[in-house]
């Protein structure tokens, strides 16, 4: 059975498992507490050195590591990957936004504010300038969804499996989405798809536990 290394409140992690709830793909949920320094165990830098969730643990115990490559991964040949070259391309090119231009803005604000609880000096100060790069990212993000349905080819796959992940917690960072009705129209219609699931959720098809 496939692992995964996660932490419940991680868009990153929740990308995975939302594929894999998608997919109908049975898994056991092992989750690590960031904030106490479970990924930068022995134990676990062996399965990621870079000692980040979400890492996938495979039948034959190879690991996958970065979000984005694991969804990939776990998609090809199914519905959620596009069958021509420019829609994949198109959805990469979503991919690389999301970890260039979105999450380490929108996630990082929220992960800061409302997630880990506290901030440095430091983080106060950087704190303008990572709200302004979110909101430069929904502009974007409204932008191209603009009278479509979803991000590529107007079909649901990985690109707005991506880009939901933190989206649709970004009022957790205090992103007001309130101007942007393209954006929260297509969080509606994400939300209202077959088999999706919310952040929070554990797999109950499947062995769920904490690291102690």
Same mark, same amino acid.
């Given at each position: 059975m496939?692992?995964?290394?996660?932490?419940?409140?991680?868009? *990153?992690?929740?990308?995975?498992?939302?594929v894999?709830?998608?997919?109908?793909?049975?898994?056991?949920?092992?989750?690590?507490?960031?904030?106490?320094?479970?990924?930068?165990?022995?134990?676990?830098?062996?399965?990621?050195?870079?000692?980040?969730?979400?890492?996938?643990?495979l039948?034959?115990?190879?690991?996958?590591?970065?979000?984005?490559?694991?969804?990939?991964?776990?998609?090809?040949?199914?519905?959620?990957?596009?069958?021509?070259?420019?829609? $994949?391309?198109?959805?990469?090119?979503?991919?690389?936004?999301?970890?260039?231009?979105?999450?380490?803005?929108?996630?990082?604000?929220?992960?800061?504010?409302?997630?880990l609880?506290?901030?440095?000096?430091?983080?106060?100060?950087?704190?303008?300038?990572?709200? *302004?790069?979110?909101?430069?990212a929904?502009?974007?993000?409204?932008?191209?969804?603009?009278?479509?349905?979803?991000l590529?080819?107007? $079909?649901?796959?990985?690109?707005?499996?991506?880009?939901?992940?933190?989206?649709?917690?970004?009022?957790?960072?205090?992103f007001?989405?309130?101007?942007?009705?393209?954006?929260?129209?297509?969080?509606? $219609?994400?939300?209202?798809?077959?088999?999706?699931?919310?952040?929070?959720?554990?797999?109950?098809?499947?062995?769920?536990?904490v690291?102690?």
């Amino acid at each position: 059975m496939l692992r995964l290394y996660d932490f419940l409140p991680s868009g *990153n992690g929740y990308k995975v498992r939302l594929v894999l709830h998608k997919l109908g793909l049975p898994f056991e949920l092992i989750e690590l507490d960031i904030a106490k320094g479970e990924t930068r165990t022995p134990e676990f830098l062996k399965k990621n050195s870079n000692g980040r969730i979400p890492t996938l643990e495979l039948d034959d115990g190879t690991c996958l590591a970065e979000s984005n490559a694991i969804i990939c991964y776990l998609a090809e040949g199914t519905e959620l990957w596009p069958e021509s070259r420019l829609a $994949r391309a198109r959805t990469l090119q979503w991919l690389f936004f999301e970890q260039y231009s979105h999450e380490p803005y929108i996630a990082v604000v929220r992960a800061w504010t409302h997630v880990l609880g506290g901030m440095t000096d430091l983080q106060h100060a950087q704190l303008p300038g990572k709200i *302004n790069g979110g909101y430069q990212a929904l502009d974007v993000m409204e932008e191209a969804l603009d009278g479509k349905r979803f991000l590529v080819d107007d $079909r649901f796959g990985l690109a707005d499996i991506a880009l939901y992940a933190y989206t649709h917690v970004a009022d957790e960072g205090g992103f007001d989405l309130g101007k942007y009705p393209a954006i929260r129209a297509w969080l509606d $219609r994400v939300a209202a798809l077959p088999r999706h699931v919310p952040i929070t959720w554990r797999p109950t098809d499947a062995v769920a536990r904490v690291a102690s």
